[in-house]
């Protein structure tokens, strides 16, 4: 079976490579197996949405990436993150903040807790520049204006001196993009960049990202539960369930014909203009405890197609096509039928 980090690629070599990484929380409840061999990859100039419900992995995933995880209590316990084809998850702790603050770098969903209260939004940009860029001063404090108004943020040489609180919502998460474009990384991990924001803004920030990824042929990686975000920009996108990718496709093809029962599932609760009026479809019960993930297919319980060998055997990933894949015992019936 060919593992998911090598199916099809349009792009050029993958800038991003995560292989079969495996991270387990030692908790005082147990262990709770909160990546269980997790594979994907992103080249330049492209977008890769990682779509799932909350406790599917999708962040967790990311820190692992951004060797930012705490431990204890989480714990990597198998797998590879290459970056250029460097390994990092065996890189000295030097070596993996080199790579963190000038190759891959990462916005959260929180900006007022990301961005640091007690300095000027300026400051914490021409920080970086000066301590990474051996930038003076003046030149830092230059380039954070371009910075500010490359985001978009009015009366930049203005506004550089403010402190966090001073911005709104949107703003601080312009702040924090501009923040992450100081040292030009190659890739951006953006993990739920738009969910604290109002309609309005996430698809200005939304249309903001998507033009700085592609003027500057950046891979992203949209970490999203939000089945529209992902419509609008992604490339490819892989689903996560329960610490596992349970399909991987491109955009197209998904949205066309899911080929997993669970990506079927999220997409009938999407809202469409022909559902207006009804009431839309919802996934029956909720994510399985990772502390007691269930036996065999982790969505078996609550799967509308599931028979017997769901309940006892974990299915591989199938290739549907030379691009796509699906883990689902039934996958080739599934797909085009949702
Ligand atoms: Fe559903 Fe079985 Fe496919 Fe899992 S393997 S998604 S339970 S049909």
């Known amino acids: 079976m060919e593992p998911l980090s090598e199916v099809g690629n349009r792009y050029a070599e993958p800038l991003l490579e995560v292989e079969d990484l495996r991270v387990e929380f030692r908790t005082r409840d147990g262990v709770a197996r909160v990546l269980n061999g997790v ?3 992103v080249s330049a100039g492209e977008t890769l949405a990682v779509l799932g419900e909350s406790g599917s992995g999708k962040s967790v995933t990311a820190q692992a990436v951004m060797g930012i995880l705490d431990t204890p209590p989480a714990f990597v316990t198998g797998g590879s993150v290459r970056f250029h084809g460097e390994e990092l998850l065996r890189a000295k702790p030097e070596r993996r903040r080199a790579v963190r603050a000038e190759g891959i770098a990462m916005i959260f969903q929180d900006a007022l807790s990301a961005l640091n209260p007690v300095f000027t939004v300026g ?9 990474r860029r051996g930038m003076s001063r003046a030149d830092a404090r230059t380039r954070a204006v371009e910075l500010l108004d490359l985001v978009r943020i009015p009366h930049a040489r203005q506004r550089v001196r403010d402190y966090p609180h001073q911005f709104s919502g949107g703003m601080r998460q312009r702040a924090m993009i501009a923040m992450s474009l100081a040292l030009d990384p190659e890739v951006l991990i953006a993990d739920e960049p738009t969910t604290a924001l109002d309609v309005t803004v996430q698809a200005q920030i939304m249309d ?4 700085i990824q592609r003027e500057r042929d950046m891979g992203l990686v949209l970490i999203t539960h939000d089945l529209g975000v992902v419509a609008e920009v992604a490339d490819r996108i892989v689903v996560m369930y329960a610490g596992r990718i349970v399909e991987q496709a491109d955009a197209y093809s998904l949205f066309r014909a899911p080929g997993h029962p669970y990506t079927a599932a999220l997409m009938r609760s999407l ?13 029956k019960g909720l994510p399985p405890s990772l502390l007691r993930i269930p036996s065999g297919c982790p969505f078996h319980p609550r799967c509308p197609r599931a028979e017997s060998l769901c309940a006892t055997e974990i299915p591989p990933p199938v290739a549907l096509e030379p691009d796509r894949l699906s883990a689902c015992h039934f996958a080739a019936e599934v797909v085009g039928r949702g």
């Open 271 to 283: 809202p469409h203009l022909e559902s207006k009026g009804t009431r839309l479809d919802t996934i």
């Open 123 to 131: 400051f914490q940009i021409e920080e970086q520049l000066r301590v």
């Open 39 to 41: 594979s994907y990859h």
């Open 208 to 211: 903001l990202l998507a033009e």
